[in-house]
């Protein structure tokens, strides 16, 4: 049977799971939720069945079971180095995604979204956001000087998990101009994995 995912095509974190079963080669349906989503498609009843939170990626694995939160999914088959224990290999794995889900999605994400789906550049949020998405870009700077992936040199869902936001990362008017890290990790080397795709940029 194949998985179905309910998500949005200019959403970020829907993007990391499409991308990830992609590239595992995982059969999957995708179900478009944007139609309505800016006016509460995910908040009828019958979404709160998949999600209880209403929110999007949801990935449906049978009749009962779902999961949802675009890190938690991508997480369930990491495929640890040989070299490396699968706790020690897991626990660096969740380092990055914790990392995405609470310093760098929180205001990169949050950016773009103010600028490009409610196109309020003067929200007095923004700059602070701005400042936030700095600082974790000079985290992942910092990390992936001296690396070639984000776990060392081996490409796993925790790239994945960072690579969704910062790949579009001018879309929230960030310069990646003095990241050159972070742009051969993401021009180079993400974008030359098997089965690469890219989503469509915004369209709302």
Known sequence: MAYQVHGVASSRNCYKVRLALEQLRRSYVWHEVEVDVMNGATRT??????????????????????????????FTSPKAPRCCPRTVFRGRVSCN????????????????????????????????????????????????????????????????ALYAYTHVADEANLDLGRYPAIRAWRLVRVKAQPRHIEMPGVDV
């Open 97 to 160: 995604g914790f990392f995405e889900q609470y310093s760098h999605e929180p205001n990169i994400a949050v950016a773009r979204f103010i600028l490009q789906f409610v196109k309020h550049p003067d929200d007095p949020r923004l700059p602070e956001k701005t400042t936030g998405s700095y600082r974790a870009l000079d985290v992942m700077e910092t990390h992936l000087a001296t690396r070639t992936y984000c776990i060392g040199e081996q490409y796993t869902i925790a790239d994945i």
């Open 45 to 74: 009843e019958a979404f709160r069945q998949l999600n209880p939170n209403g929110k999007v990626p949801v990935l449906q694995i049978d009749g009962h079971t779902c999961l949802f939160e675009s890190d938690a999914i991508l």
